[in-house]
């Protein structure tokens, strides 16, 4: 067996890749396989020669094309097997651009890596980050933010490309007038850290329609899909733990996916960048702290939405039904596409 949570993929500074694993069988041979198309591994096709066999807990593999994203298989002498990808795909110009493949559900399936993508905003893709998505093969991108950001910073994929662009602005009513006051560089909030609790329990409250339209496209097709809003962490954080709680991830499982963004994101860069550019409503300029609280992810931000769901809702399913328009069907359909 595999160690999930001791496997992973990172590129190099040469831009080859690193894969790592730990089994709960020490020194056993590991045969390493890798594709640009992993529904070969899911549906259980023949394999080719692996490009490494290994009894380390670690290879690095040459990258054969750096605009194409490879995934892995991983083959252990006694038969178990498991699918790798990179987590974050490092893009210059999307920063927290990540894949929501490998993880379990608590019936013990695993989504899918290269179905389910989230991300900052798309407008400052350069040129090979523009090569590198558009070989994802994606079919759906949702944008959450809202109609002005939309026309502030277009998401452009370049010509020729095939994906359905989604406009689902999400705007929470505790925010709509704190995102009007940014674009004037102003922010009015008493304390930061309640302000985003608020922000999230919200989302429940008063934002499910858009997230349902989210489901209702993705029951419309076997999608290869992209949720995203500004910084991809608040809107698209919520996005993301819908999907995955409908899939059957585990809250704690979500809760540590949401803390990525704190990994992802230049949060230093930004924090210095945005100190100083903003004040509140008498003129004074916005203290690095409530910039910081802003601009990170904490675990009792996303747990307040699922708190806020079991306050209103007398179960998951009934949350499911009511707030997202899912049937046990609908759910079924989505777990048949999206796991294996």
Known sequence: MFDLAACSVERTAQQDYRVRWHSLHPGQRVSVYMTDDPERYYKGGELEPPVVETTSEQAVIANPDKQVRHYFYLLSEHGEGVVLAERDLALAGAPNFRDL???????????????????????????????????????????????????????????????????????????????????????????ASDFMLEMNRDFVRSQMPRYAEMFQLLLAGDQQVLIHCASGKDRTGIGSALILDVLGVPEHTIVEDYMLTNKYLPLAEE???????????????????????????????????F??????????????????????????????????
Request: hydrophobic share 30%.
């Open 271 to 305: 924090v210095a960048r945005l100190t100083g550019q903003f004040t509140d409503q008498t003129g004074t300029h916005v203290s690095e702290e409530t910039i910081r609280s802003l601009m990170e992810v904490r675990p009792e931000y996303i747990q307040a939405c």
């Open 101 to 191: 493949g490998g993880y379990q559900t608590g019936e013990g399936g695993r989504l899918k890596w290269g179905k389910l993508y989230r991300s900052s905003k798309l407008s400052g893709l350069s040129d090979d980050d523009l090569h590198r998505v558009r070989r994802l093969g994606l079919t759906l991108v949702c944008d959450f933010r809202q109609v002005v950001e939309q026309q502030l910073d277009p998401t452009d994929l370049g010509e020729g490309h095939t994906h359905l662009l989604a406009s689902l602005p999400v705007a929470p009513g505790s925010t709509s007038s704190f995102i009007e006051n940014l674009h004037n560089g102003i922010i009015v909030v008493n304390d």
């Open 307 to 340: 708190e806020e769901m079991r306050k209103h809702y007398e179960s998951k399913e009934h949350f499911y039904a009511s707030a997202l328009s899912l049937d046990e069907a609908k759910i079924r359909l989505l777990k048949d596409r999206y796991l294996h």
